[in-house]
């Protein structure tokens, strides 16, 4: 059994080969790790405008608006798991394995397969809905195997 891992949350993502020979244990070989370090910004990181100076230039008195970011966070999320999605599309057709886990939490989990190319969504073998990013390889395994 051969097999793809990805698990994620918003701000960490990691893909793994799972292999399991029949004379050997099965194994998880780490494929790609990286932050997702627009996750962990703060929303005041992430505007353009100086703090207190949100549509107060020129000569005009008038304030231009209140500068609150309404829905600045669920943007940020949105693009974080668009981002997600694209990166599985990739690995799942580039390592051309016939089938996938997904382990990423509740808040995520359905977001992601919506992005994902059919023939990736297909290609899914076991959607694990649980937060895993943190779990040591050997806890993941038993993850995997008893799900």
Known sequence: MNRIVIVTDLG???SYRLTRNDMES????LIEEYEIVEAHKK???????KEGQ??????????GGSGEPHNLETEKQKKIIKAIAEDINNIIKKEKYPKWYL?????????????LEPKVQEALFKNIVA???????????????EA
């Open 12 to 14: 960490h993502f990691k």
């Open 26 to 29: 099965p194994r998880l070989e």
């Open 43 to 49: 929303l005041r990181e992430l505007l353009t405008d």
């Open 54 to 63: 949100f549509g107060m230039g020129g000569e005009r008195k008038e304030v």
């Open 103 to 115: 382990v990423a939490g509740k808040k995520i989990n359905r977001a992601i397969q919506e992005r």
């Open 131 to 145: 937060d895993h990013v943190k779990t040591k390889k050997a806890e993941l395994i038993k993850v995997l195997l």
